[in-house]
Each structure stands twice: as structure tokens, then as C-alpha cells.
């Protein structure tokens, strides 16, 4: 499930949708971070909240709900237990540097 300790609320660039084409044209390229969901005793449930990863986790689900992915089909997970998860999407979203414009204009695929 969703993590309420995603940092990232103003949704900005590539949409879920052409994030999901990606996914299916090329594979899941990155990994999605989890943190096991805890009882009131701090036993783990079985079930997992994504504090980084959850445009990725939205893509997914758009192809299962279009039944271009399976369901059960293995995602790449980092399972997470130090730390804060606010803290490991935080790192995911800001520590990445964006393209140069030149570089992007000289990437495979792009028009030159």
C-alpha cells in the first residue's frame, strides 16, 4: 500500500500513464522501497507500505487494472527497516539529478 510518508504531493513530469508505457516497453528499471507494516506488539503483518517508489507502484497497477501485467507478477522490492520512511523518499526524490538538456537531446530516441 501507499505510504503517507511520501514526500512528493504536487504531481510534476512524466504522468503515471506514459510512465506505465515505459514500464511496459522496457521493464521495471528501478526498484521500488518498502517498510513492513508493524502490529501493535512491533511484530511485521505480511504487508508492506512504499514510502519511495509510488508512481512506479501506480504505473504497475495501471497495467494490471488494463491486464497488460499480471497481478502476481514479481516486482523488485529494497525492504527497508532503519531510518525513517519519510527520510527514504525524501533521498529518492532529491538526491537525483536531472538530465542536462544537451544530454537529453543527444539520448537514444530523441530527435538530433
Request: proline share 5%.
Amino acid at each position: 500500500m501507499l505510504s503517507q510518508s511520501n514526500v512528493r504531493h504536487v504531481k510534476a513530469g512524466v504522468s503515471i500513464e506514459e510512465l506505465a508505457e515505459d514500464i511496459a516497453r522496457r521493464t521495471l528499471l528501478s526498484s521500488i522501497t518498502v517498510r513492513p507494516v508493524l502490529d501493535e506488539s512491533g511484530a511485521e503483518t505480511g504487508m508492506y507500505t512504499i514510502p519511495a517508489g509510488g508512481r512506479r507502484f501506480r504505473a504497475l497497477a495501471l497495467l494490471v487494472k488494463q491486464k497488460r501485467m499480471n497481478k502476481t507478477a514479481l516486482v523488485p522490492c529494497i525492504v527497508r527497516t532503519d531510518g525513517l520512511a519519510e527520510e527514504d523518499s525524501l533521498a529518492e526524490n532529491v538526491q537525483r539529478a536531472p538530465l542536462h538538456p544537451l544530454d537529453q537531446l543527444h539520448s537514444p530516441g530523441q530527435e538530433n
